[in-house]
């Protein structure tokens, strides 16, 4: 049982302990299209779409599973589960609308198996969050992923005009960048 | 590279062939946890047992067997298993003739980085809080996280006082957070400067914790038995 | 995950299984090198031990998923390949997080949701796909073994500094006197990446200075 406040909640999962920058959780599309703003807001807005769905998914296959008490099939049952309802509202997407499709279409395959979305579920599930503080969740975790991509885009564009030192060049660069972000977010603690 | 083609010569769409594929795996991948499982479910049951029997005498000074009830809807204590997570339990702790001397409760509250877990034993006989154990935090590890390790923030759970009024139906006095070197009175909890939020977190959740479940507890104190159903 | 996939043209086929664990322990290490599987890397190497436990359950892994996907390569239709791979996956990583909780609750406490996670992390993926499916069992556990001691090596590297310099300790023991200030920012999340990116800085000094 968990009695949180819709509004700590979504704090908390945005802010005090965002996805990337204290989990580090999907790290991977954090650094790869991190590079452009316009790429980014896109990753974000399908990422946080994909957290939504996935989020009803876990919840509903969570119940399941504990009527028919079995735990084990925990992990196996949400990675399957989520993958294939993903690529269902894909489908659904690029028949319905091949304007929404083409803006979030590209990067919808590239996140079902990204440790965000998996991480969501598993931690919704830990919390014992129901099935509206589980929504809630997913939308502070997809505003927090979006808001530390957003930021880390508008970084890396002015760094492509920075002389950065040879050896620190690619992916240092990126990750003491990251470092000093999830510094920053250190000063949300305590706000939730 | 020939191998890669021999791929692709197996598997000339025939989707009979993917299907048998797939069950094929999913039988094997379905066997092979739940060998896993039953396999370790002994072990993991009783090392959980373990760890909890610890956190529980931890917090109930002087007890020797521990046995969970559950809060049923009408306020009242049941034996239980604890499997239910959707019920509150609480673990009752009895000495070495068997004699019950008081109750270990969980509660939780948001803190500075996440949720704290906390674990209190209440002795409805002293009418104190005796013991205070941390179950999970993610607090700042060299600052927050001193409510579990700092000696003098420890002691403040020796003798906690949480005294029923006289008509014994609430509290007396809520326990309360209080600043370090601010404490005046056996119902405040002294904080630790450089944790305030997580020790004063802390206080709070006592404070809410206890005004629900000491009451209830302290009229049902004769209905905890170590061999009762 | 596909990134990790797309970023590494440098594999190339190699024909003597030494070469193929040699590979992943250093030219092509997968963190320091392929810069692969970060969220494990970076959350759990807060402490060496934490670091080693999380990197042996994930060789693990990557081993007997590279077994079973090489010895499964021609049973396998394309079409339902990556699928099949995450089942695999699913499931050993189901094993090993009852074999964590089994070895110690406490362990399991401090890796927490991580190990569940291993089925996402782009290095066992990445060399089901690219490697095992198209090499024989014995090349596909070289592969594994060489990858596996690569990732533990990598993150026991990150963990050792971490804990040394955040806690003050190693392998739980003490290593400074008491006047010691621990730099507490090393086991905090910014810890990880700083870390992690001095280790690359410093593969980046030894590669310029090779060539």
């Not at chain 1, 499709?101 to 198996?113: C, D, N, Q």
């Amino acid at each position: 049982m968990n009695t949180e406040s819709y509004w700590s909640i979504f704090i908390n999962a945005s802010l005090v302990n965002n996805f990337v920058l204290a989990y580090f959780l999907g790290i991977c599309p954090f650094m790869g299209v991190s590079g452009k703003m316009e790429t980014a807001s896109k990753m974000g807005g399908a990422v946080t779409f994909v957290m939504l769905i996935s989020s009803v998914c876990a919840y509903g296959i969570h119940a399941l599973l504990v009527a028919i008490n079995a735990p084990f099939l925990q992990l196996i049952s949400y990675i399957v589960v989520i993958a294939s309802t993903v690529q269902l509202v894909e489908m659904f997407i690029k028949k319905m609308s091949p304007a929404l499709f083409r803006a979030l279409g590209i990067f919808l395959p590239l996140i079902t198996t990204n440790c965000a979305i998996l991480g969501l579920a598993l931690f919704q599930t830990n919390k014992g969050y129901d099935l509206s503080q589980s929504l809630v969740y997913a939308l502070g975790a997809g505003a927090g992923f979006t808001l530390a991509l957003l930021l880390m885009a508008g970084i890396r564009e002015q760094l492509e005009f920075a002389e950065v030192p040879n050896v620190v060049k690619g992916t240092a660069i990126t990750l003491l960048v990251a470092g000093i972000l999830s510094l920053t977010f250190m000063g949300f603690s305590g706000l939730g | 590279m020939n191998q890669y083609e021999n791929i692709k010569k197996g598997t000339t769409g025939s989707s009979k062939k993917m299907l048998i594929a797939m069950v094929g795996i999913g039988v094997f991948c379905a066997l092979l946890i739940v060998l896993t499982y039953e396999g370790t479910k002994e072990r993991i049951g009783t090392l959980k047992d373990e760890a909890l029997e610890k956190a529980v005498f931890n917090v109930l000074p002087g007890i020797t067997k521990t046995r969970i009830y559950e809060m049923t809807s009408e306020g009242t204590f049941i034996p239980s298993d604890g499997l239910d997570r959707s019920k509150t339990v609480v673990y009752a702790g009895f000495d070495h003739s068997d004699t019950f001397k008081g109750v270990a409760i969980e509660a939780s509250g948001q803190g500075y980085a996440d949720v704290i877990r906390i674990l209190y034993g209440y002795d409805p006989f002293s009418q104190t809080v005796v013991g205070f154990y941390v179950l999970e935090s993610k607090e700042t590890p060299g600052l927050g996280d001193r409510i579990g390790k700092d000696a003098n923030f420890q002691s403040n759970f020796k003798a906690l006082s949480v005294k029923l009024t006289p008509d014994l139906t609430q509290i007396e006095n809520k326990v309360i957070p209080v600043k370090e070197g601010g404490k005046s009175q056996p119902w405040e909890v002294e904080g630790i400067t450089g944790a305030t939020i997580s020790s004063r977190t802390v206080g709070n959740i006592l404070g809410e914790s206890t005004a629900i479940m000491v009451p209830l507890i302290y009229h049902q104190r004769d209905s905890f038995n170590v061999n009762s159903d | 995950m596909s990134a990790g996939i797309t970023k590494n043209p440098q594999i190339k086929a190699v024909p003597s299984s030494t070469d193929e664990f040699i590979k992943g322990l250093w030219r092509d290490n997968p963190v320091f090198v392929q810069v692969l599987g970060m969220c494990p890397v970076l959350a759990v190497s807060n402490t060496a031990q934490n670091a080693l436990a999380m990197g042996l359950a994930t060789a693990f892994v990557l081993l007997m998923s590279n077994i079973l996907v090489a010895s499964l390569r021609n049973f396998i239709p394309k079409q339902v390949r990556i699928a099949s791979y995450i089942l695999i996956i699913a499931t050993f990583v189901t094993i090993v997080d009852y074999a964590i909780q089994a070895i110690s609750v406490d362990l399991h406490k401090n890796l927490g949701a991580f190990i569940s996670l291993i089925v996402v992390n782009c290095l066992i993926l990445s060399r089901a796909e690219a490697f095992a499916s198209k090499n024989t069992i014995g090349k596909s556990i070289m592969d594994a073994l060489g990858m596996g001691v690569g990732f533990v090596f990598a993150l026991f590297c990150l963990g050792a500094v971490r804990e040394i310099l955040g806690n003050g300790t190693f392998f739980d023991i003490s290593l400074f006197p008491d006047s010691f200030q621990e730099w507490i920012i090393m086991i905090l999340p910014a810890g990880g990446f700083f870390t992690l990116a001095l280790w690359l800085v410093l593969f980046n000094i030894y590669k310029i200075k090779q060539a």
